[in-house]
Structure formats: C-alpha cells, structure tokens
C-alpha cells in the first residue's frame, strides 16, 4: 500500500510557475512508476507525465511540465512554468506499484492515489 499526499498548488497570475511536490510513504519509492494527473470540472481526468524509478520520462511530457523524482526522499515532483488558465484543475499525483519501468498513461493503471491539488491560474 502507498500513501502519497500532494502540495505545491495555489493561485497563481497567468506566466508564473509552480512545483508540485509528492511525497510517498508505504512502500520502497524508488521500485515503482509515478505519474501526475489533473482534471477540471467537468472534465475527465488528463494523464500529465510520468516518470520512472529510474527518471525516464513518458512521451507526451510537454514543453511546460517538468517531472522528477528524488528517490532518497521519496518524493516527486511536477514543475510548470508559463502557466496558463487552461492549466486550471486539481492536479493527482498517482503510482503505478505494478511496475518500475512501464510509462503507461492511463489512470487505470494507477493504483494509488493522492489527494490532489488545487492549481488555479488567473488572467
């Protein structure tokens, strides 16, 4: 069982940046997949990033977003800069315990999550 607890989220103006931070406890950090999610009401979820044990990174990371990962503190990270509106939503940081390597972007692939984080960005 992992336990992960996001932090990190706020109001922010347009162009600013922000790092969301997840920290893991419960099982060995560094032997599974993270991922980082967001979703807007009324919207399904959007897969973000994710990152393996090893720090290989998923191919639809975007230009904006920077995911990390520092094992020894069990601890994540998803790094926005240039914020926009659209980026609006909770942000979830999720692990996939099944794997240490496999960057799949499905949610359901994920079986822990956090409680998620509220990222606001204004005009």
Not at 15 to 33: D, W
Not at 67 to 80: E, H, M, P, V
Not at 92 to 111: K, M, P, Q, W
Request: some cysteine.
């Amino acid at each position: 069982q992992v336990q992960l607890v996001e932090s990190g989220g706020g109001l922010v103006q347009a162009g600013g940046s922000l790092r969301l931070s997840c920290e893991a406890s419960g099982r060995t950090f560094s032997r599974y997949v993270m991922g980082w999610f967001r979703q807007d009401s009324g919207r399904e979820r959007e897969f973000v990033a994710a990152i393996s044990w090893t720090g290989g990174l998923s191919d639809s990371v975007k230009g904006r977003f920077t995911i990390s990962r520092d094992n020894a503190k069990n601890t994540g990270y998803l790094q926005i800069d240039n914020l926009k509106p659209e980026d609006t939503a909770v942000y979830y940081c999720a692990a996939n315990t099944r794997t240490s390597y496999s960057l799949s972007r499905r949610a359901e692939d994920f079986d822990s999550w956090g409680q998620g984080t509220q990222v606001t960005v204004s005009s």
